[in-house]
C-alpha cells in the first residue's frame, strides 16, 4: 500500500490510502512477421565509370603497337620509285628521284588553260604548247593503203587524213601531222598529182617514195614537186621495216619528229603564214546527237578487188567518234593497238577519169567545186566544197551555203568518183 497526499477544499492537507491499480496484460490476436535486415556488405560495388578511360589507353597503346608491327616492320613498303612505275605509254615529267630534294611543297603547277585553237584542226592547246607548235611546218605523208601494208601506223596521230583512189582500184592515203610527233608513219608510197594539189594546201613537208612521171601536167607530180618549189623530203630518213610478213614495196617507213629536226637545218620550221583555217565548233551536247550512223564508201565499182579497199565507218556515240573498217576488218592503228577513228567524216564527190597513159594512172580534179556530204555528231549533213587555186585550201559549205564547223579533231576527208566511186548510209 502507498501514502498520497492530496490536498483538500479547506486548504488542508491529508493522507489518502491508494491500492495500487493491476492493469490487465492483452495479448493482441495479430502476429507481426519478423522482419530481417539486410547484411551489410564490406565489400565495394564496381563501378565503370573508373575503367573507362584505362580501357581506351590501352586499346589505344595495343592499336599502335600493331600498326608499328604489321604495318611497318612486318611489310616494309616497297622505295617510292618502284610503287610509282612507269610504263612506255606515260611519261613523267620531272625524275621521281628529285621530287623531294630541297625544301620543296609538295604542291602541283597549276595547269595551263587550253586556250588556243589549232589552225589545222581545231583542237585546243595552251599558249606554251601553241607557241612551240607554230615553230614546225605541217608534214604530208603519202602513206601505202594496200591490203599487204595493213596495219598502217600512225593514223590515230594525224590531224586530217585523205583518202582517194590510186591505179587499180587501190586506195592510197596522204596524212597530215602537225599537234604530234610520231616516230613511226607508213608504210610509205609514191605521190600523185592530185594529192600534190591537196597537200599545198598546208605548204607542208613532205615524206614519199617516187612519184608519177608524164608528159601531162595533170599526172606528172615528180615535174610539178620541182616546180612548186615543194618542201621535199621524199626518202630522207627513211628505213625499211621486216617484220617476217610485209616485204617491199610494203615496208617503208619514216619519223615525223625526224622530218622536223631535218626542216631546222633547211630553214623551214615555220608555220606556214597564208594558212587558211576552217571553222571549228565543240561536239553537240548527249542529248542533240544522233543515236546510230553506219555509212558504206566503195571507192570502185568496177575495180572491187574483193571489197578490200571499201571502207565502212560506224558511229559511236558514247565518243562522239566513227571508227573505221577497211575491207571488212577493224581498221588499226599499229603504234597504239586502237582502231582507227576520226572525229569527222567528209565524203567530197570529185571528178575522176582515166589518163590513158600505160600506167593507168587518174586524173582527178581538185580544183572547182562538186557536192560533199559531212559525218558528225551521228547526223548525215549535205552541202558543197569549192578550191580555186591550187594553193588555196579547199572551204565546205553545208546546203544553206553557209561554211561548215567541224568538231574539234581529226577530219577524214574520202575523195569519192563521180563515176566510179559510190557511197550508201546502210542505216541511220
Not at 301 to 327: A, C, E, F, M, P
Request: hydrophobic fraction near 35%; proline fraction near 4%.
Amino acid at each position: 500500500m502507498s501514502k498520497e497526499f492530496n490536498i483538500s477544499d479547506t486548504g488542508k492537507s491529508e493522507v489518502v490510502d491508494t491500492k495500487p491499480i493491476e492493469i490487465p496484460t492483452i495479448t493482441p490476436d495479430i502476429q507481426i512477421p519478423e522482419v530481417k535486415l539486410p547484411e551489410i556488405s564490406t565489400k565495394k560495388k564496381f563501378n565503370l565509370k573508373n575503367w573507362i578511360f584505362p580501357i581506351v589507353a590501352f586499346i589505344c597503346l595495343v592499336g599502335i603497337g600493331g600498326f608499328y608491327y604489321f604495318g611497318i616492320y612486318r611489310i616494309q613498303p616497297q622505295p617510292l620509285n618502284k610503287v610509282l612505275s612507269f610504263n612506255q605509254d606515260f611519261i613523267s615529267s620531272i625524275s621521281l628521284s628529285n621530287i623531294f630534294k630541297g625544301n620543296l611543297a609538295l604542291l602541283s603547277a597549276p595547269e595551263e588553260p587550253r586556250t588556243e585553237e589549232s589552225p589545222v584542226n581545231g583542237v585546243l592547246f595552251t599558249k606554251t604548247q601553241m607557241d612551240v607548235m607554230m615553230k614546225r611546218r605541217p608534214v604530208a605523208v603519202m602513206t601505202n593503203n594496200h591490203a599487204d601494208a595493213r596495219p598502217l601506223s600512225g593514223m590515230n596521230s594525224a590531224d586530217v587524213v585523205i583518202e582517194a583512189n590510186a591505179e587499180g582500184g587501190i586506195t592510197r592515203i596522204m596524212a597530215i601531222y602537225w599537234s604530234t610527233a610520231p616516230e613511226k608513219v607508213g608504210p610509205i608510197r609514191s605521190i600523185r598529182q592530185y594529192y600534190l594539189e591537196w597537200a599545198m594546201e598546208y605548204d607542208p613537208l613532205i615524206i614519199h617514195d617516187g612519184c608519177a612521171s608524164s608528159d601531162d601536167p595533170r599526172t606528172n607530180s615528180c615535174g610539178n614537186l620541182y616546180s612548186y618549189g615543194v618542201k621535199d623530203l621524199a626518202t630522207i630518213g627513211a628505213w625499211r621495216w621486216n617484220d617476217g610478213r610485209r616485204v617491199a614495196p610494203h615496208n617503208e617507213y619514216n619519223s615525223i619528229s625526224y622530218a622536223w629536226e631535218y626542216a631546222a637545218k633547211m630553214d623551214w620550221d615555220s608555220f606556214p603564214n597564208s594558212f587558211k583555217s576552217w571553222k571549228f565548233k565543240a561536239d553537240a551536247d548527249i542529248a542533240q546527237r544522233g543515236e546510230k550512223t553506219q555509212v558504206k564508201l566503195v571507192f570502185h565499182q568496177r575495180l572491187t578487188n574483193s571489197g578490200l579497199y571499201d571502207v565502212i565507218w560506224t558511229y559511236d556515240s558514247s565518243t562522239n567518234t566513227y571508227l573505221r573498217k577497211v575491207g571488212g576488218q577493224a581498221d588499226i592503228d599499229q603504234e597504239m593497238n586502237t582502231q582507227v577513228y576520226a572525229k569527222n567524216i567528209v565524203i567530197q564527190e570529185v571528178s575522176m577519169i582515166q589518163s590513158g597513159d600505160d600506167k593507168g594512172h587518174l586524173i582527178i580534179t581538185t580544183i572547182g567545186q562538186g557536192k560533199s556530204t559531212y559525218l558528225m555528231d551521228g547526223k548525215i549533213t549535205y552541202g558543197t566544197w569549192k578550191k580555186t587555186s591550187r594553193t588555196d585550201r579547199t572551204t565546205y559549205y553545208d546546203s544553206e551555203g553557209k561554211e561548215m564547223k567541224f568538231n574539234r579533231g581529226r577530219i577524214w576527208v574520202e575523195m569519192i568518183g563521180t563515176s566510179d566511186g559510190k557511197f550508201a548510209i546502210i542505216e541511220q
